[in-house]
Nanobody, 119 residues
């Protein structure tokens, strides 16, 4: 059974930083693709960043240059470093698995962690 646990959300002022982590179990982590999505009130869930089994990353245009996604295969964890946060980054952030190898589409989700950025 796949289980994803997110942590690291919180409240910061604009310009601040947060680091989200997602620890996975029940998957072959070394070959899994994973990603982060977010959903703000009234909005659809959107993709933020993905990472394939080799550590190659993709980012939404809105976060490029500010967010960095990395993976630690020894800890079955992915880490999303978020810098220069803006109020528009306020959302619930969800970790997701995305298949094997390259990220295809999300199939398993974590419970989400709230990020709130105040101006």
């Amino acid at each position: 059974q796949v289980h994803l646990v997110e942590s690291g959300g919180g409240s910061v002022q604009a310009g601040g930083s947060l680091r989200l982590s997602c620890t996975a179990s029940g998957v072959l982590f070394n070959i899994a693709a994973l990603g982060w999505y977010r959903q703000a009130p009234g909005n659809e869930r959107e993709q933020v960043a993905t990472i394939d089994r080799h550590g190659n990353t993709n980012y939404a245009d809105s976060v490029k240059g500010r967010f960095t996604l990395a993976r630690d295969n020894l800890k079955n964890t992915i880490l999303l470093q978020m810098n220069n946060l803006k109020p528009d980054d306020t959302a619930v952030y969800y970790c997701a698995t995305g298949g094997v190898g390259a990220f295809s589409q999300p199939n398993y989700w974590g419970q989400g962690t709230q990020v709130t950025v105040s101006s």
